[in-house]
């Protein structure tokens, strides 16, 4: 069956239907990894979005479940140039086709994706139409087009309640997984996990190091979380225009004057810099993939980061007196982390829980884990 896509501009693709049969609105991105879609499809992160994949043929290894990110997926459609059906792999629980028709996300295939990739990369991140109706006009959606905005999709992928993991409990989801072997530093200490959006591996990078961790829905008071006493907080990636957190953004910023150690990824590192006066804007068409390039500032060292995100902190308008740039993007110089002043706080843009990859950032966790350590040997002191 034919299907459309119809960018807000007017600029029309023909291809060829993938997954449900459901015509949707949303925001057009693109992602440059070459694998890891399963990750990519199930990041809560992309809620609110159509995720265009710049690697030409999708689907060869099938999707393992225990690969998934979180316990669905959800963006809201997919766009490939190629679709494999018949993929090879010994860990393969169904074809992306399959995937696709179980969680009812409709896409479309068969498109010069290239060609998509470098209209946005020109004209900035479009809304747009996927559908199958081969008689729609322009005229009659585009309004509709312009008007969708991802809106509140935090609260739609935040936990609905408050959940205890135990390290002492902890099985790795993927046998000789990347941290299997991690040494359990964080053993004894609790983590409070605000979330916004939280990745799985999140979670796991936190367990794997020893750490009990609970997770908080993204509407839970700073009150409450303060008083389970944990040793440190991590806010998690998540969807969506930072600046319509408003009532989180007022609680985390009441974290931040706890004293707490905190660790902050993605959409936790904007929301701390809008809670302590700082601003976000939005690029033009975001950063999305596996091979993105940070440099740490204090070292001059250069890591290559997964990345998901379409906001970005204003390093022009931080006061120096309270954050401190740690990490610049070398492709465009725009703000990859934050070290505030005279706190045990630091915040990252990129996702140093990355699976399944690059992990060259992933010593993030263990430097959170050594702050929360030295901070209770000074008796919860910073």
């Known amino acids: 069956m034919k299907a459309f896509l119809i960018l807000e501009d007017g600029t029309k693709f023909e291809g060829k239907h993938i997954g449900a049969d459901k015509d949707v609105v949303s925001e057009i991105v693109f992602n440059t990894s070459m694998a890891g879609y399963t990750e990519v499809f199930t990041d809560p992160s992309y809620a609110g979005q159509a995720v265009c994949m710049t690697y030409p043929l999708i689907g060869n290894y099938g999707v393992c479940l225990e690969d998934m990110e979180s316990e669905r997926i959800w963006l809201d459609a997919v766009i490939v140039r190629e679709l494999c059906r018949v993929p090879s792999n010994f860990r393969c629980d169904m074809s992306l086709s399959d995937f696709l028709e179980k969680y009812e996300i409709p896409g479309i295939e068969g498109i010069d994706t290239r060609a998509l990739v470098r209209l946005l990369r020109d004209k900035g991140t479009m809304n747009g139409l996927i559908t199958t109706n081969e008689n729609i006009s322009f005229d009659s959606v585009k309004e509709k087009i312009k008007a969708y905005t991802t809106g509140d999709v935090v609260s739609k992928v935040s936990c609905k309640e408050k959940k205890l993991y135990k390290a002492s409990e902890y099985e790795p989801r993927i046998e000789n997984g990347p941290y299997r072997n ?35 829905p993204y509407n839970t008071t700073a009150e409450e979380i303060l008083a389970a006493d944990p040793d440190g907080i991590m806010l998690s990636n998540g969807p969506g225009d930072p600046k319509d957190c408003g009532d989180v953004i007022k609680e985390v910023k009441k974290l931040y004057d706890s004293g707490k150690t905190i660790f902050a990824i993605c959409l936790g590192h904007q929301l701390m810099g809008l809670a302590t006066g700082a601003d976000t804007h939005k690029l033009k068409y975001g950063h999305r993939g596996g091979n993105h390039p940070v440099k740490d500032l204090e070292t001059g060292r250069v890591f290559i980061s997964s990345q998901n995100h379409g906001y970005v902190v204003d390093v022009d308008k931080l006061d120096e007196n309270i954050a401190v740039p740690a990490f610049t993007n070398v492709n465009d110089g725009t703000n990859e982390g934050l070290k505030y002043t005279g706190k045990n706080i630091f915040t990252v843009q990129f996702h140093p829980e990355a699976c399944p990859g690059p992990q060259d950032t992933s010593f993030l966790f263990d430097r959170f884990i050594n702050m929360m350590l030295e901070a209770k040997k000074n008796g919860g002191k910073n």
């Not at 605000?194 to 190091?209: F, M, P, T, Y």
Request: charged content about 25%.
């Open 182 to 216: 991690i040494e359990q530093n964080g053993k004894g200490l609790k983590v409070a996990l605000l979330d916004v959006g939280a990745k799985q591996n999140i979670i796991e990078s936190l367990l794997q190091r020893g750490c009990d961790v609970t997770v908080y």
